[in-house]
């Protein structure tokens, strides 16, 4: 068969990988002059670096197994990291039993609950009861409100907004047990994982790969529109309309919507109720280092950002001719203002509140600030999500759609990128016997 991919993210290069490998034809569409979708990254100080903070964990098998098999075991390093959290003037360790028990901000016997709320999550296995409740109501009955207050809330107000209370069980559930699963025993650090070089690393070979097995990769190409014309679907792209076999899209859902012509009212309904937020995320270059911490959350409302994450206290600033580097991660709706703002003012509104969490930091640390932005960053799993998730097929023959509202009940991530393609290619694949 001749097949188009459209969108040269992890979903797409998992999907063409698996496609070609079974003898089928792939050209692969791409908007930009790169692949990688949003784990992209840069040249930054003599090697890469993602415009978006990236890691994985010990459980995210499928992509372990890929860096292995394209050669790039030895670049795959593990690494301790140390996780914080910044509450009421103060950072305080975060993440292990021992750093809970010195946890001021909750008293002994919110600590024991939040514990026993914590241990209780990842002994569980099966999340489909908790995809009925929300996190915000699982949480305050097991953790208690004020450990939900302090501790949850922010958490879920950085990443999801005042919609923060609607986010099902499950996801949450998917999040902690992953993260609990990367820690060999509750003494240790969490340990992360993080190629050598970034991993576009992992995403030159996977082209590498794909190309030697004959995929054609269009790069610059923005395709305007997908429909089924006789038993054919045709991509438009430039002044080109194509034909093609099938087609799989991997762009984001309601991309999809703008794109295949013809789609059912379930299928426009679908894409309706699934919201996405948004992220800006800046990358600082610090001639110091910020702090200890490779991840810190921000529990102080006042505070316009989630989290700081200095990449370099995870990995070596040597890779980086000494240089610092901290991401700051703000999710929000497309429709904030301050997604909207210029980079200038969204640096000058970040400064002064990174002086108030570390009172020594001055703008004369940062040598490079970089603003990147993601309209489509993470979708919202909302109560009941097994029932709204999309298919892999759509209501026009022939046309496929994996994404991130594909990856249910883990969180999105590029292991599940990589597993999501293998997946819709399995589908289509049956379809096609
Ligand atoms: C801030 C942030 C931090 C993250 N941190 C981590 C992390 O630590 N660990 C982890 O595992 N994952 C992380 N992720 C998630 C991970 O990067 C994604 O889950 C994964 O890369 C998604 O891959 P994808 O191919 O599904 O989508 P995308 O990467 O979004 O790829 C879609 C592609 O489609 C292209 N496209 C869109 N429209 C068109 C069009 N009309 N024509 C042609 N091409 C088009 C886009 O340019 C893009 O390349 C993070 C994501 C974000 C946003």
Redesign the pocket.
């Known amino acids: 068969m001749k097949i188009a991919i459209?969108?040269?993210?992890?979903?797409?290069l998992a999907a063409a990988k698996r496609l070609l490998e079974a003898g089928h034809h792939v050209d692969i569409?791409?908007?930009?002059a790169k692949?990688?979708?949003?784990?992209a990254s840069i040249n930054y100080e003599d090697t890469k670096l993602e415009i978006?903070?990236?890691?994985?964990f010990t459980s995210?098998h499928e992509i372990i197994a890929l860096i292995e098999e394209l050669g790039l075991k030895n670049q795959l390093k593990w690494l301790e990291s140390k996780m914080g959290f910044y509450i009421d003037g103060k950072i305080y360790e975060f993440g292990t039993p021992i750093s809970l028990l010195k946890f001021k901000p909750l008293t002994f016997m919110d600590k024991i609950r939040f514990g026993i709320s914590v241990l209780r999550l990842q002994m569980i296995q099966d999340w489909r009861p908790l995809e009925r409740i929300t996190a915000k109501e699982w949480l305050v009955k097991h953790a208690g409100e004020k450990a939900y207050k302090i501790c949850w809330e922010p958490l879920l107000t950085s990443k999801f907004g005042e919609k923060h209370d609607q986010i099902s069980m499950a996801w949450f559930w998917g999040k902690i047990k992953l993260r609990g699963s990367t820690r060999s025993d509750a003494k240790t650090k969490e340990m992360l994982g993080y190629v050598m070089g970034s991993f576009e690393e992992v995403g030159t070979k996977l082209i590498e790969y794909v190309q030697g097995l004959g995929a054609q990769i269009k790069y610059n190409?923005?395709?305007k529109n997908v429909e089924f014309i006789d038993d054919h679907v045709v991509v438009h792209v430039d002044q080109e309309e194509v034909q093609y076999d099938k087609v799989l899209l991997?762009?984001?859902l309601p991309?999809v919507g703008h794109?295949v012509q013809g789609l059912s009212r379930h299928d426009l309904q679908t894409i309706d109720q699934i919201e996405y937020t948004s992220?800006i995320?800046s990358v600082l270059k610090l001639n110091q280092s910020y702090s200890d911490i490779y991840w810190l959350n921000i529990g102080d409302m006042d505070i316009p950002f989630g989290g700081l994450i200095e990449h370099t206290n995870m990995v070596q600033d040597s890779r980086y001719n000494g240089k610092h580097i901290l991401y700051i991660?703000n999710y929000m709706f497309e429709t904030d203002p301050l997604y909207q703002a210029q980079d200038d003012q969204i640096k000058a509104e970040y400064i002064h509140h990174l002086q108030k969490i570390n009172p020594s930091f001055h703008e004369g640390w940062i040598e490079d600030f970089q603003i990147f932005k993601?309209k489509y960053?993470q979708p919202m799993i909302k109560c009941n999500y097994s029932s709204l998730k999309p298919a892999f097929q759509t209501s026009i023959p022939h046309v496929y759609i994996a994404?991130?509202t594909h990856i249910y009940p883990e969180d999105?991530?590029?292991?599940y990128?990589i597993r999501t393609g293998y997946e819709v290619v399995d589908v289509m694949l049956h379809d096609s016997r």
């Open positions: 459209i969108g040269g993210g992890f979903t797409g569409y791409e908007k930009e692949l990688g979708g949003v784990a978006f903070y990236h890691h994985i995210d190409s923005f395709v991997t762009v984001p991309v794109l992220v995320c991660s993601a960053a994404n991130m999105r991530g590029m292991n990128a």
